[in-house]
């Protein structure tokens, strides 16, 4: 049975930092194109960071470039989002979601999806 689990949320203070993960079981993460997504109250859910299955390319959504790093330890089956400077317009429910195709940051083209894990950014 394919599963992840997000973890790291929390509340945070804006410029401050966190570190979630996403682990993977049922399947072998590096085989697959994982990707997290984050939705704000009201708002659509919306496409962060993918890392690819074959070479580890990443992607970021122009929001948060060179401020979060994904990455993957292929040995624990996890997949990590680095937030760094954070701002309140971070704040949402992250999820992470994976599949079987190449990289993407649109939500339709995922398979499974984790249950997501609330991150909020305020003073």
């Known amino acids: 049975q394919v599963q992840l689990v997000e973890s790291g949320g929390g509340l945070v203070q804006p410029g401050g930092s966190l570190r979630l993960s996403c682990a993977a079981s049922g399947f072998t993460s590096d085989y697959y194109a994982i990707a997290w997504f984050r939705q704000a109250p009201g708002k659509e859910r919306e496409g962060v960071s993918c890392?690819?299955?074959?070479?580890?390319?990443?992607y970021y959504a122009d929001s948060v470039k060179g401020r979060f790093t994904i990455s993957r330890d292929n040995a624990k089956n996890t997949v990590y989002l680095q937030m760094n400077s954070l701002k309140p317009e971070d704040t949402g429910v992250y999820f992470c979601?994976?599949?079987?195709?190449?990289?993407?940051?649109?939500?339709?083209?995922?398979?499974?999806w984790g249950q997501g894990t609330q991150v909020t950014v305020s003073s």
């Open positions: 979601a994976a599949q079987g195709r190449g990289p993407s940051l649109v939500a339709y083209e995922y398979d499974y």
């Open positions: 890392i690819s299955s074959s070479d580890d390319m990443t």
